[in-house]
């Protein structure tokens, strides 16, 4: 394949000019069909920048909502972690009363 901008000869399926380093030939983002131009795919009309655009903004709001839902479980478990005593002492202060009431209970009976 010759390079359009050094004019040197490459190997069959060279995508860079190993003189130059011009691209040789793009790949269609959409349908992987080969051309020489990066414009507008001639098989399918996919626009290559408009595609690669979507898709970085696809891939900047998919990263946030990853920030975001992985910001909301570190503040869930430092909640969990904070309010952890109290949620023992409410089970710890249940069994102490139920004991305390099992055994009011059974003094009586027994008098």
């Keep these: 394949m010759k390079c359009p901008r050094c004019g040197k000869d490459n190997a069959e399926g060279v995508q860079f000019c190993t003189s130059c380093h011009a691209t040789l030939f793009y790949k269609c983002p959409k349908c992987e069909h080969i051309q020489?131009?990066?414009d507008v795919c001639e098989k399918c009309g996919t626009n290559f920048a408009a595609f690669w655009a979507g898709y970085l903004e696809?891939?900047?709001q998919e990263q946030e909502q990853l920030d975001?839902?992985?910001m909301k479980a570190e503040a869930r478990e430092a909640l969990n972690a904070a309010t952890?005593?109290?949620a023992m002492s409410r089970g710890?202060?249940?069994?102490?009363?139920?004991q305390v009431?099992?055994?009011?209970i059974?003094?009586?009976?027994?008098?």
Excluded: Q, T
């Design 68 to 70: 975001n839902d992985k």
């Design 106 to 111: 059974s003094f009586f009976r027994s008098r």
């Design 92 to 98: 710890i202060s249940r069994f102490l009363l139920f």
């Design 58 to 60: 696809h891939s900047f």
């Design 84 to 86: 952890l005593p109290f």
């Design 36 to 38: 020489s131009h990066n």
């Design 101 to 104: 009431i099992g055994r009011a």
